[in-house]
């Protein structure tokens, strides 16, 4: 199985080594402990525009073709079994480059029909993993009725207009940058990185023929 991941870091210096970062690795290690080979698309590094244009948008619509650099991420996503997604929390959604790359790249007569209402997909039936890390606390986002609300936004709202048949949401919380890092900090994050390994390693079934792998978690902290 290849699985494709669009990655988004919590980049303040666009620094791979910072916490989010740490936790894409750990996925991607669970994935390919499995026996899967994963291509990644790291859309700060690749240099993806986010920004749909006017024409653009009425090109779209009209039937007409994507622009070079959307068709080959849509041949990108073509090409995959399965595809993850990893990304911090901000302000309760994606990262605005996420929240781009899916506006652009899941275009209207590809992703979906056209059609009013269209909450079915064009697209063949794949599995979605979701790592995300978010600042607040869990019981922050309970007390504002706002838990469950991350899964069910990309799930029903974005997940299931990709063909998604089956996804699952880690929330990661309390996954803030901090000054100084407490040893309750460091035993969560720990805690975590181990939850992504994981959570890549078991969402996704392992490769027929591959052995049973044993790895040292190694959890960095930035």
Not at 85 to 105: A, D, H, Q, Y
Not at 111 to 132: G, I, N, Q
Not at 186 to 207: I, K, M, S
């Amino acid at each position: 199985m290849q699985s494709v991941l669009p990655a988004v870091e919590f980049l303040r210096h666009q620094a791979r080594h910072l916490f989010t970062g740490q936790v894409l690795d750990r996925v991607i290690a669970g994935i390919t402990g499995s026996g899967h080979e994963v291509e990644l698309a790291d859309l700060y590094r690749e240099g993806f525009q986010p920004i749909m244009s006017e024409q653009e948008l009425i090109d779209q619509f009209a039937g007409a073709g994507p622009p070079a650099d959307i068709l080959r991420e849509q041949r990108r996503f073509e090409c995959c079994d399965a595809f993850a997604m990893v990304f911090p929390v901000w302000w309760w959604s994606t990262p605005s480059i996420l929240k781009g790359w899916i506006e652009r790249v899941f275009t209207a007569g590809w992703a979906y029909p056209l059609e009013d209402d269209p909450h079915r997909s064009c697209l063949t039936p794949r599995k979605c993993l979701v790592v995300c890390c978010a600042g607040g606390s869990k019981e922050h986002h309970v007390s504002y009725g706002v838990a469950g609300n991350i899964p069910e936004y990309i799930e029903l709202g974005i997940l299931s207009y990709f063909g998604v048949t089956e996804a699952k949401t880690v929330v990661l919380h309390s996954a803030r940058r901090v000054k100084e890092m407490t040893d309750r900090d460091r035993a969560r994050r720990a805690n975590y990185l181990t939850t992504a390994f994981e959570a890549g390693r078991d969402y996704f079934p392992p490769a027929p023929g591959t052995a049973e792998i044993h790895e040292q978690l190694i959890t960095g902290i930035d």
